[in-house]
């Protein structure tokens, strides 16, 4: 049977679905939006979509903090048209090396696309029983300075957003939007949640909100700074971009065709400061943890895992691989992770209470290395902000210690650039790598594509935004007797 003559995953079919599937066992037509999350891509239902879910499982009350899933960018329209026919349903399949779960998510009622226009996400958030507006729109969606961290009013998004403030488009921008309209009104502010991997991602988002408010109405902001609320969060689970050939295994594997089902790994993390204007569901009550002070362990994920992730995944591409554990499969890169973690960036961290780092460290190898999670080393050389392996450059630089395995993964970052690696395969086109060079100037980074004669990386990296932060440092590395010597 194709999949195209398999029922749909939507409300009307959950009954007759495979036994091994799990499904919602409270009342969909019950669950009432409480949240509307910004940049619905595939993390935010695998992370924050799967904990309300399990609560709603345990709590009649919780059903009040359904969430409206909003994609920002244009092709976000795709998840609307994936999501809308199945009643906002999908299929998380959560895997390791044992197998695989499958359980059909019911937390997200309904998905709105913001790409084109926001004038009904902006609806939804005025709806009265909103009380936190979430958002993973990576760090490039907060439109920020490179060398400051705070808004870059320069950047031609937020320039027009300003223009037609009524009318914006940008998560910054709409943030303000709804603020104000929740001003005039007389209503309660809403609690703004961060889930994105920015170090004090609260912090960064309030500051930015406030700098874009101030521009439209000092009153406004700081209405915003008496009353909303940007708690900071740590988030934990690697969820790869589900492919085509993934679909149409589920499809016939499972005997139900998912427009968009998501493949993530079994281990989550969800540290939360709990600073919240309006109520928030109990989230702890299904492995989440509400903190006071979450800086410790967004500082351990972010030196650990994301640094990690990125080096790995910049020498993997050198190396000609595809995925994350086809190069943590190479005993080399094992050891270059390991050693990465306890020379230089672990003990850049400060104390994290209740966590076994040497523990921590050895599941984090653990997880890269997870054959059923293909995650490609270009989803992550893409995404992930190169500040993951600069910033601790810059702390190891001021206090004086080595920097010569976070410089590797600095420098593969770079030589990546060039389009071939190491066995002279090509693996990008010149038009692409201009392209891709083009989106990082505007935030303020030149970026040199070095020569690489033979097995030697030269490379410079330069931060140009700002003289008084510049990072001006030449590395001259070996990539091969690098990773031998290791």
């Known amino acids: 049977m194709t999949s195209n003559a398999l029922p ?14 799990a499904t919602p066992t409270y009342d969909l037509a019950a669950v009432t939006p409480g949240i509307v999350h910004l940049g619905f891509g595939g993390f935010n239902r695998a992370h924050m979509a799967r904990y309300t879910h399990d609560l709603m499982q ?17 092709a976000d329209a795709r998840i609307r048209d994936a999501l809308a026919p199945q009643d906002g349903l999908y299929s998380l399949v959560e895997r390791d090396a044992d197998g695989e779960q499958v359980t059909v998510i019911g937390s997200t009622p309904q998905v709105i696309f913001a790409g084109q226009d926001s004038a009904a996400l902006l609806d939804a958030i005025d709806g009265e029983t909103i ?22 009013l320069d950047h031609p998004a937020i320039a027009a957003d300003l223009r037609t403030p009524d009318r914006p488009h940008t998560a910054i921008g709409i943030l303000v939007e709804a603020y104000r309209r929740r001003k005039d009104a007389g209503r309660r502010a809403f609690t703004a949640l961060s889930c994105d991997n920015i170090q004090h991602n609260g912090e960064v988002l309030k500051t930015a909100v406030l700098d874009f408010a101030a521009l439209r109405d000092p009153a406004l902001a700081d209405w915003i700074a008496t009353h909303a609320r940007f708690p900071s969060t740590m988030v934990d689970r690697i969820t790869p971009v589900s492919q085509p ?11 139900v ?36 002070d979450v800086a410790p362990y967004e500082f351990m994920k972010l030196r650990l895992l994301n640094a990690s992730h990125l080096a790995i995944s910049g020498l993997g591409r050198l190396m000609g691989h595809t995925f994350i554990d086809q190069t943590m499969s190479d005993p080399r890169m094992t050891r270059y992770m390991a050693a990465l973690m306890d020379r230089e960036t672990g003990p850049t961290l400060m104390p994290v209470p209740g966590v076994d780092l040497p523990a921590y460290k050895a599941r984090l190898v653990e997880r890269f290395a997870n054959p059923t999670i293909k995650d490609t080393v270009d989803r992550v050389n893409a995404d992930a902000a190169l500040n993951y392996l600069l910033d601790p450059v810059r702390d190891r630089l001021a206090s004086g210690d080595s920097v010569d395995l976070l410089a590797l993964g600095v420098a593969a970052w770079i030589r990546r650039m060039t389009g071939v690696d190491e066995a002279g395969s090509k693996w990008i086109s010149a038009t692409l790598r ?14 040199p594509v070095p020569s690489c004669p033979s097995a030697r990386c030269s490379a410079t990296w330069a931060m140009t935004r700002n003289s008084s932060n510049r990072l001006a440092a030449g590395w001259l590395l070996c990539t091969r007797s ?5």
């Open 482 to 486: 690098a990773l031998r010597g290791r």
């Open 58 to 74: 345990r709590r009649a009350d919780a059903l009040s903090w359904g969430i409206i899933g909003a994609g920002l960018m244009p």
């Open 8 to 21: 749909r995953l939507s409300r009307d079919t959950l009954g007759s679905l495979a036994p091994i599937i």
């Open 257 to 292: 065709q998912d427009a968009w089902p998501i493949f993530c790994e079994t281990f989550s993390q969800w540290v939360i400061e709990d600073d919240f204007a309006d109520g928030r569901p109990a989230w702890d009550e299904v492995g989440a943890q509400f903190v006071a």
């Open 131 to 152: 009380r936190i507006v979430s958002l993973t729109v990576t760090e490039h969606g907060y439109c920020l300075d490179a060398a400051t961290k705070r808004l870059a």
């Open 245 to 255: 050939s993934d679909i149409a295994a589920f499809a016939e594997r499972y005997g």
């Open 434 to 447: 201009r392209r891709y060079c083009v989106t990082r100037r505007w935030r303020g980074w030149a970026i």
